[in-house]
């Protein structure tokens, strides 16, 4: 059974560890960090699936744009550009996220310690910026659940911290289909002060019709030591995006025209957003042994979203019309304490926090025509009100982890944390046939999780880890109901899983190897019913199970050159048959032991390169993912497809300025391929392709004051 075949795997690297324990630890490769709610750990240390990838090799000879350039040496997620920015990226870990059709669901997104993921579980990435990014970790497994709900995986992105004299530096990059981003960054560090200041646009043509975007970010960050050793930190953060929704095609029209759009251009499908937040951050020492961290934040989202509904489908005095509007404020506070005590004269770590989350959100819609419904007059432009409602959602949530070192060579981990999150909607829209559907719904569940650790040996550590998490329906995913009438979903349940993982992380005299076998096994899935038109409703579906092995390896050597191997078997399947959409009919049943729509079971990442400090240097990547099912029927699939990549770029340092300048080319054999697809598309528009080869040059230059 692959089960068995993957747990081998796991022995085997155990096995390897165990013949090398006498070497010393890779000098090649240096130590870092990441962080948890008890402070800054090595990876190697922490008891479960954690990887950093550093903000240097995110720009290192790529566009700049997108996580996904970037991420694809971490096994257990799986990122997609859909090349469609009105849509976001496609995100999941271990599975979880897999259903979005937009936006990032079941994981939880920070930058610089602010959630990304709103308290409903709903996130985005697109005020990420990849310019100034110091660093992004990535979080799998059991303890995930200790961020709250819908933490399936945790994904967070850290802002550089400004050192020594100012630095300002410009960078710019042009690519295949009319594409271009520009940014410049100014960083240093005087006296008590440190800050890092960065502004970028980025444009695209699009590769497909009517996939036209433009973005454009700022982003801040301010330090401030305090006479009393305690640190301030400042963030904020700006994002405006305009992009053109090209949709999804059918097998049909996929194969007669990938870049084709019709559907569209008739729509004009499009996507404005505009978004500004602020946090700020305090860290303080009580004492030798205990600190206190406050961090508190804010922001505002407005979006308005122009969809593809025919008018004949808004004739119903039910409907909620094809263009939505939704403006958003947000905010919330973490306050934690930690200490360094000693349990039965042995190290023992505590953290104990409260967060709180609060999201107000005013939800409008309108009809995307004008005149009647039988003869509109235009299409794609703002027409009659037919939604109004305000909505709120809040969480309260305390937790507590603890770490004990009971021996030299065990480490136990625990933690709870008490995830409480209420929605509620008033109704501001009560006309004729329209009824008072305002409504509240409370969802609540605690979720312990645990491990141990045994380090072996110097180079070899082995570790368990169980632990419990929930995900509750988001608010899209409660805006709309299966049967036409208005008001929010509220016989939407929030799903539970349970998931159980054991790993091995093995310092060879090549490198760094991380093993790790696990299973999830999930009840009331939430899962997509209907999916029209760009407008999707929900249901539970029973039982899931996923199952996967995951192995990475990390190798650098003296002379500079870098590899990278990144795998990840994941099976995912539905045990419970349900019917989609419901209730049921003819050919609507989904049988026990059909595969999750999103996820390819298999994954495969390789980079090999020469990156020397100054000089050329030059690499070579490949990316394969086996085939995607499309829907929960498993009637519709994206092959698979492996892709190559090839760069070489120039690095050089005079006196006081740094040069850059790189040119890669991206599907290097030009394949044709779907990058990715819409789960359960009602109309069977599941696929979205990927473009054919593509060039990108980039150059960059920054001057030390």
């Avoid at 081998?8 to 090398?20: D, E, F, N, Y």
């Avoid at 240097?56 to 997108?66: K, Y």
């Avoid at 409903?120 to 990014?133: F, P, V």
Wanted: proline share 5%; hydrophobic share 35%.
């Amino acid at each position: 059974m692959k089960f068995r075949v993957a747990t081998a795997g796991l022995l085997a690297a155990a096995s390897c560890a165990a013949q090398t324990q006498d070497a010393p630890p890779a000098p090649t490769l240096r130590e870092i960090t990441v962080s948890t709610p008890r402070g800054e750990a090595r990876p190697f240390d922490v008891p479960g699936s954690v990887d950093r990838v550093e903000g240097s090799e995110m720009r290192d000879a790529r566009l700049g744009v997108n996580l996904s350039e970037s991420l694809g040496t971490v096994p257990g997620l799986q990122v997609q550009n859909r090349q469609n920015y009105a849509q976001d990226l496609q995100l999941s870990i271990r599975g979880f996220g897999a259903r979005s059709t937009f936006g990032v669901r079941g994981v939880r997104l920070y930058v610089d310690g602010i959630p990304a993921t709103l308290p409903d579980g709903q996130g985005q990435t697109s005020n990420i910026d990849i310019g100034s990014a110091d660093r992004v970790e990535i979080l799998r497994g059991p303890f995930s659940a200790l961020y709250g709900n819908s933490s399936g995986g945790v994904v967070q992105v850290f802002t550089e911290e400004g050192e020594g004299p100012p630095t300002l530096g410009f960078s710019a990059a042009g690519s295949s289909f009319g594409t271009w981003r520009v940014g410049s960054k100014l960083g240093g560090s005087s006296g008590a002060v440190d800050y890092t200041l960065s502004a970028s646009r980025f444009h695209t043509d699009g590769w497909r019709e009517h996939s036209a975007a433009d973005r454009e970010i700022q982003n801040g960050k301010l330090g401030f030591r305090l006479d009393d050793g305690s640190k301030l930190m400042l963030v904020f953060n700006s994002v405006h995006i305009y992009a053109q929704d090209p949709l999804g095609l059918s097998a049909e029209q996929y194969a007669l025209n990938p870049r084709g759009a019709d559907l569209a251009t008739q729509f004009d499908t499009r996507k404005t957003v505009d978004q500004q937040q602020l946090g700020l951050t305090y860290e303080r020492r009580i004492d030798a042994r205990s600190a206190l961290r406050l961090m508190v934040y804010g922001g505002q989202r407005s979006t308005v979203q122009f969809q593809s509904i025919p008018p004949s489908a808004q004739s119903s005095p039910l409907h909620a019309g094809g263009v939505i509007d939704l403006a958003r404020d947000y905010g919330g506070l973490d306050l934690r304490w930690s200490a360094n005590l000693q349990l039965a004269d042995r190290p023992f770590d505590l953290v104990a926090g409260l967060a709180y989350d609060n999201l107000r959100e005013q939800r409008r819609g309108f009809e995307n025509f004008l005149g009647r419904a039988a003869a509109p007059m235009a299409l794609g432009v703002e027409g009659r009100l037919r939604r109004d409602e305000r909505n709120e959602v809040r969480n309260l949530d305390p937790y507590v982890q603890g770490s004990w070192r009971f021996a030299d060579a065990w480490t136990l981990e625990a933690g709870v944390r008490r995830s409480n999150v209420r929605f509620s909607s008033h109704d501001r829209y009560i006309l004729g046939p329209n009824r008072d559907d305002s409504g509240s719904a409370r969802y609540g569940k605690t979720l312990p999780v645990a491990s141990l650790r045994y380090q072996a040996t110097p180079g070899l550590a082995l570790y368990a880890s169980a632990g419990r998490g929930f995900e509750t329906p988001t608010l899209n995913e409660l805006s709309y109901r299966a049967d036409g009438i208005g008001g929010l979903n509220f016989g939407l349940q929030p799903s539970v899983n349970t998931s159980v993982e054991v790993g091995a992380k093995a310092r060879l005299a090549v490198g760094l190897l991380t093993a790790a076998l696990f299973e999830t096994r999930t009840r009331d899935e939430i899962v997509t019913n209907t999916n029209v038109g760009g407008r999707a409703t929900f249901q539970n579906a029973g039982r899931t199970r996923r199952d996967g092995f995951e192995l990475a390896w990390q190798h650098e050597t003296a002379d500079h050159w870098r590899t990278q191997l990144a795998y990840t078997w994941l099976d995912a399947r539905y045990r419970d048959a349900f019917c989609s959409p419901s209730p049921c009919g003819t050919g609507t049943t989904v049988a026990a032991g059909n595969r999750i729509p999103g996820i390819a079971e298999h994954a495969f990442f390789a980079s090999f390169g020469w990156a020397p400090p100054e000089g050329w240097r030059a690499g070579a990547e490949i990316r394969a993912l086996s085939h995607i099912a499309a829907n929960d029927r498993n009637t519709a699939e994206a092959r698979g497809y492996a892709v190559a990549a090839l760069y070489t770029g120039y690095v050089r340092r005079w006196a006081r300025w740094d040069f850059n300048a790189f040119l890669r080319v991206d599907n290097l054999f030009d394949r044709r391929y779907i990058g990715s697809v819409i789960v359960n598309e009602g109309n069977a528009r599941y696929f979205e392709p990927a473009p054919g080869r593509s060039w990108t040059l980039g150059m960059g230059a920054a001057y030390r004051f």
